[in-house]
């Protein structure tokens, strides 16, 4: 004997059965034991409460979200100020005058490299390798990285040389774009909320 499938059993249920499943369903104990825990097992899902989440939960995730962001802020503000003091420091040490204008020279391209390795280390923070970039963005820095690479190349000919005066030019202008590009990186962050 034939009994009914649970599809056959759902469209009873749904009073859309075929005229052999109504018809078979009254004369078979095991396919009514069957339709009769179908619908238990419909009471059962029903007397579950609902799921809803809370709507007011809100106001305490942005209370968290601005906590998180002034967090960020303060930070970032301490450490842009422990930076410029230290650049601020350095600059005073390097610039003390010494005799002639030999010493000038060198204490201009002590200070010249100093800024040079300072702007390099704040460069580390900005991750812009893993962050999606516009055609502009990636412009700018990609030119700005190639002319700190072309003042590079220039810097290892005039050390063999050791023209004081150029090398500290070289140097002056490698510094000048690398605050472009920490500028860029820097603005570039702030926009994508760093």
Do not use: F
């Amino acid at each position: 004997m034939m009994h009914c499938t649970m599809e056959d059993l759902g469209a009873l249920r749904a009073g859309e059965a075929s005229v052999w499943a109504r018809r078979h369903i009254t004369t078979c104990a095991e396919c009514q034991a069957e339709l009769e825990r179908l619908y238990q097992r419909v009471a059962q899902l029903k007397a579950l409460p609902a799921l809803r989440p809370p709507r007011d939960r809100w106001p305490l995730i942005q209370a968290v979200l601005r906590a998180e962001r002034s967090k960020k802020r303060r930070t970032w503000g301490a450490w842009t100020g422990s930076l410029a003091l230290a650049a601020t420091i350095a600059g005073v040490l390097l610039l003390r005058p010494s005799g002639g204008a030999g010493g000038t020279l060198y204490a201009e391209l002590n200070q010249a490299k100093q800024q040079s390795r300072t702007l390099e280390d704040s460069l580390q923070q900005y991750d812009v390798e893993g962050r999606v970039l516009s055609g502009h963005a990636a412009a700018v820095m990609a030119d700005l990285e190639d002319r700190i690479s072309a003042i590079d190349g220039s810097l290892a000919q005039q050390r063999a040389s050791a023209q004081d005066a150029q090398l500290v030019q070289l140097w002056q202008q490698r510094v000048g774009l690398m605050r472009q590009l920490v500028n860029a990186r820097a603005t570039r962050a702030r926009l994508v909320g760093l």
